[in-house]
Antibody, heavy 120, light 107 residues
Framework: QVQLQQWGAGRLKPSETLSLTCAVYGGSLSGYHWIWIRQSPGKGLEWIGESTPQSGSINYTPSLKSRVTISLDTSKTQFSLNLKSVTAADTAVYFC?????????????WGQGTTVTVSS | DIQMTQSPSSLSASVGDRVTIACRASQDIINSLAWYQQKPGKAPRLLLYAASRLESGVPSRFSGGGSGTEYTLTISSLQPEDFATYYCQQSYGTPPTFGQGTKLEIK
C-alpha cells in the first residue's frame, strides 16, 4: 500500500520561497506522475504541476510556471515543490499526489496536506 | 484551460436516497474524467476514473457515466459516510482542472 507523507514550512512572509517535500513509502517513483495540487477557498482545487520520471517530463500550470519548480529524488523516493516569491494569494492547503500515466487515470494516492499561510 | 462546471453546488438528501451530480466540460474530454470525495480536513479520495471505472475499494453504490462534455456521478443509496463534498476533474487537457465542488448535506 503506497503512502505519501509530506512536510515543509507552514508560515511564510511575502517574497519568500515555499518548499515542500513528499516522501513515497511502499513503492517507487517509476511508472507514475507525481503531482502537486493546492486548495484554497477562493480558487478551489488547483493542479500545480507534475513530474514523470519514466519520460523525464515536467509540466506546470501556466499561471505558476515562472515561479514553480518540481523535482524528483529517486534515491530517496521523494519529490519536492518550490514556489518562489510567494504572496498572500499562495495561501492554501498543498497536497502531493500520484496518478497513473495516461489521460484516463485519476489521482489515487494523496499526501495528508500542508497548510501554508503567507502573511507579513 | 478546460472549464469544469458541476451542478448543483449543494444538495440536501436523506440516508437511502439516490442522488446524481452532474459535471460539464467546456470541450469534449473523451471520458478522461475522475470523481473525488472530500471530507473536512482530509485529502480528496479517488472514487472513479475514466468516467465510469470504480477505484479499488470504493463501494459499488457509486457509479459514473456520460461522454463527450457531460458526465454524472450517482450514489444509488446514500449512507451516512457519504455526506461530503464531491469534485470532478478532467485529465484530457493540460493543466488538469477541477469542478468547483458539490456539497452533499444531510436533509
Amino acid at each position: 500500500q503506497v503512502q505519501l507523507q509530506q512536510w515543509g514550512a507552514g508560515r511564510l512572509k511575502p517574497s519568500e520561497t515555499l518548499s515542500l517535500t513528499c516522501a513515497v513509502y511502499g513503492g517507487s517513483l517509476s511508472g507514475y506522475h507525481w503531482i502537486w495540487i493546492r486548495q484554497s477557498p477562493g480558487k478551489g482545487l488547483e493542479w500545480i504541476g507534475e513530474s514523470t520520471p519514466q519520460s523525464g517530463s515536467i509540466n506546470y500550470t501556466p499561471s505558476l510556471k515562472s515561479r514553480v519548480t518540481i523535482s524528483l529524488d529517486t534515491s530517496k523516493t521523494q519529490f519536492s515543490l518550490n514556489l518562489k516569491s510567494v504572496t498572500a494569494a499562495d495561501t492554501a492547503v498543498y497536497f502531493c499526489a500520484r496518478s497513473g500515466v495516461g489521460a484516463a487515470y485519476g489521482m489515487d494516492v494523496w499526501g495528508q496536506g500542508t497548510t501554508v499561510t503567507v502573511s507579513s | 484551460d478546460i472549464q469544469m462546471t458541476q451542478s448543483p453546488s449543494s444538495l440536501s438528501a436523506s440516508v437511502g436516497d439516490r442522488v446524481t451530480i452532474a459535471c460539464r466540460a467546456s470541450q469534449d474530454i473523451i471520458n478522461s474524467l475522475a470523481w473525488y470525495q472530500q471530507k473536512p480536513g482530509k485529502a480528496p479520495r479517488l472514487l472513479l476514473y475514466a468516467a465510469s471505472r470504480l477505484e479499488s475499494g470504493v463501494p459499488s453504490r457509486f457509479s459514473g457515466g456520460g461522454s463527450g462534455t457531460e458526465y454524472t456521478l450517482t450514489i444509488s443509496s446514500l449512507q451516512p459516510e457519504d455526506f461530503a463534498t464531491y469534485y470532478c476533474q478532467q485529465s484530457y487537457g493540460t493543466p488538469p482542472t477541477f469542478g468547483q465542488g458539490t456539497k452533499l448535506e444531510i436533509k
